[in-house]
């Protein structure tokens, strides 16, 4: 989706443009009604690996068996 705006005419700071983008959105710019910039906005990058603590909650231990635990002693310190 794109939308077009006048150089001449933009009201807005350019920051608050950039702030008003959303991922995949273009502002085209035009002088004399030739397009002369093109704003994108971009996706925020993904972190590499989740931080710590996201998934808390998430998980429940429904039983404290310790019978099972039994089947892995040789492994147990």
Sequence with gaps: MSTTMAAEDIRLTVSELVDQLT???EIILTRNRLPVAKLIGEAPPRPDRPDPGLGRGMIAILSDDDDIL????EYLP
């Design 70 to 73: 039994q089947d892995f002693a």
């Design 23 to 25: 991922p995949g959105q």
